[in-house]
């Protein structure tokens, strides 16, 4: 597995079964493929699907088929398409139980970031503010660090806040964190990382759970 | 009665300075007989509320490179460099909406409601200028209602009294669209007979549809 993959199935255990689910772009879009036996999801698109399948083998392409990604996807039994007044009606109204998003950032009460970067045009929002509006939980997958190393988890955010609503829980390729009222909880390490490593790499306070654990 | 012209004859009906409501997820569900005849005519100073703005060369994105396009009005615009480049160039001006306040606005505006109060975007740059109202202990921001000159939207199937039946993920903005402009033309791959369709399956009757337009054709369908 891959770091991306190792986020994407620790994500998949916190479904579950019965689980309305919204997954954003990126490592999001990973998730499905790490859903365990006995557990059953509804994957949701905004662009309007509830039950969306598997990505089609090549050769086998719907083009009116696709996700909030714009990329050709397949739907399963018991699927339903419709508007997109209703499919967001869906999203801010409270119907989905989890959305999972990828971040730019997230400080250290658990706000975070994820659709403009100052001094460059804001031309893009999407369906972001409203997930984070909505959407019952929030789980925020993203790697540790930028691609320079920096800090993804900050004492402030740099980049202007998607939402004041916070997120539930953080997965990142080194650690898993609780959102609680009091800040970010350290509760997983994985394997190959080590608490050193994580303190090293995260800029906002954070608490460890007196029961810390190593995850895989 | 017929709804069904041809595609120029549809096309003459938009008017430089209009507001356009075009359908479409990406390119998904977008009327692209109706735009690419759009790239011929003499058109200019358009504002298009559409989620996004094609995409590089295509659909709404080839309108942008002739500047037929003054404003946009949508939720995403980022996946079109030649958006970005305009907008850069000031050639483009852009009111960007999160995409369900969007989509609301245009169901609103089909609905005879002139604005709502909506959380998404509370607390974020995007509540600058808005109107706040504190409901039950939380904060919303005021929305009004969007309405357009012209709606140009995409559907699979019509019959001749324009009820319209969409295909799959392709139907997305438009059954909404179809409600929030005076005029309302909707490009179709085919038309059926009347007892074709079940009253149950019709997504949008036909009372909002002006015109129908078949996708590539000449009009003489059915």
Redesign the interface.
Known sequence: MNHKQRIASRVARELKDGDIVNAGIGIPTLVPDFIPDGVEVFLHSENGILGVGPFPEEGNIDENIINAGKKPVTVKEGASYFDSASSFGMIRGGHIDVAILGALEIDETGRIANWAVPGKPVLGVGGAMDLLEGAKKIFITITHTTKDGKPKIVKENHYPVTSERKADLIITDLAVFKVTSKGLVLTEIFAHSSLQEVEQKTEGAFTIDPSLKQTN | MTKIIDIEKAVSLIKSGDTLMVGG??L??CPLSLLEKMEEADLKHLTVIS?NLGEPGKGLGKLVLQKKVKKGIG?????NPD??NA??QNELE?D?????????S??AGGAGIGGFY?????????SEGKEVREIKGE?YLFQEALQADVALIKAKKADRYGNLV???????????MATAASLVIAEVDEIVEPDDLSPEEI?TPHLYVDYLVVRGGDGNES
């Open positions: 997820f990406g998904v569900g989620n939720s995403y615009f980022t996946s958006v970005v907008y850069q852009i960007l909406m999160p995409q369900g306040t969007l989509a609301e245009i169901r909506v959380k998404t975007g509370a607390g974020t740059k995007m904060t969409y295909l799959k993920s392709a139907r997305n903005f438009n059954p909404v997504v």
